[in-house]
T-cell receptor, first 116, second 112 residues
Framework: EPEVTQTPSHQVTQMGQEVILRCVPI?????FYWYRQILGQKVEFLVS????????KSEIFDDQFSVERPDGSNFTLKIRSTKLEDSAMYFC??????????????FGDGTRLSIL | KQEVTQIPAALSVPEGENLVLNCSFT??????LQWFRQDPGKGLTSLLL?????REQTSGRLNASLDKSSGRSTLYIAASQPGDSATYLC???????????FGPGTRLSVLP
């Protein structure tokens, strides 16, 4: 069964450094998402992406964050200048939505980001 | 703003028991609701998706129901097995946007 893949599985970065998290969504999916989960807390929505642009973003997704689909397969989340509070598990998800039919979001296994 | 809660926070049952997990949401104008399973240190596995026009969905031993008017969804697990041990999350997507609002999850332990 096709799956969403994320790399790396664990990223350790010094505070203030830039980090890029990578995701390969399922190939025929059109919508892409990033979520994060701080240890012991709820999963939180960050951003959704469709047709090469952001379709929705949360309050968490400030100017330090950006997303990009640099080619036909990858979907990336960049954090420009990391802070300690960015430490979390980051999940990528994708879904196939056609017209009125809404299909489930499929999640990757996540990237654990640790900011030192 | 949509808020999603789940009770109980944790549940421990003997193998073979039928059980119900509860999910509540504050804004009944939801587009759909999805149930996920999360194993420790892992991502989310989609279990069932219920559209706003549906009352329930079934997959194997799992049955999810949706009552928009009362702001509730339940996940019923029949004949529980130790392999069902995980955290179960519900997430509601409202009519206004793309994102899911997640509940805090119910941590289920099925004892052999």
């Amino acid at each position: 069964e096709p799956e969403v893949t994320q790399t790396p599985s664990h990223q350790v970065t010094q505070m203030g450094q830039e980090v890029i998290l990578r995701c390969v969504p399922i190939s025929n999916h059109l919508y892409f998402y990033w979520y994060r989960q701080i240890l012991g807390q709820k999963v939180e929505f960050l951003v959704s992406f469709y047709n090469n642009e952001i379709s929705e973003k949360s309050e968490i997704f400030d100017d330090q964050f950006s997303v990009e689909r640099p080619d036909g397969s990858n979907f990336t989340l960049k954090i420009r200048s990391t802070k300690l509070e960015d430490s979390a598990m980051y999940f990528c998800a994708s879904s196939e939505e056609t017209g009125q039919v809404v299909l489930p979001q499929h999640f990757g296994d996540g990237t654990r980001l640790s900011i030192l | 703003k949509q808020e999603v809660t789940q009770i109980p926070a944790a549940l421990s049952v003997p193998e073979g028991e039928n059980l119900v997990l509860n999910c509540s949401f504050t804004d009944s104008a939801i587009y759909n609701l999805q149930w996920f399973r999360q194993d420790p240190g892992k991502g989310l596995t989609s279990l069932l998706l219920i559209q706003s026009s549906q009352r329930e969905q079934t997959s194997g031993r799992l049955n999810a129901s949706l009552d928009k008017s009362s702001g509730r969804s339940t996940l019923y697990i029949a004949a529980s097995q130790p392999g069902d041990s995980a955290t179960y999350l519900c997430a509601a997507r409202d009519n206004y946007g793309q994102n899911f609002v997640f509940g805090p999850g119910t941590r289920l332990s099925v004892l052999p």
